[in-house]
């Protein structure tokens, strides 16, 4: 009879327990949003391509020794003004991106929400 109510007492405070680790598995900490940095330097955006996450920020730097803008590839969905150099600019990304400088066409980026 005792070893009865030990057994029964044995698997409550095991079934407790495993409900309590699937309780607290279930909720996972809020993703904070990182930020990243490319630095426009030398004619170039490094890194050329970028991995984020969506709501991460992206900081652009312009390092260069002349002005750049970081412009969406199509123009109308977003631009930055002007950066004179030492400047920067941010924007927080939500969705794949591909961009390039609308003064020096030739300089090409892009973003890969993951």
Known sequence: MNHA???IRY??????????????TSFSAPYKPATHTVEIS????K??????KKGDKVVFINKDIVFHDVTETSGKSWKSPALAPGKSW???VTQN?????SIHPVMKGSITVK
């Open 5 to 7: 109510r030990i057994t």
């Open 42 to 45: 030398q004619m170039k955006f």
């Open 47 to 52: 890194p050329a391509a970028l991995d984020v």
């Open 11 to 24: 698997s409550l405070f095991m079934s407790f327990l495993v409900l309590f680790l699937l309780y607290l």
């Open 90 to 92: 941010s924007m927080v």
């Open 97 to 101: 991106q591909s961009y390039y400088c």
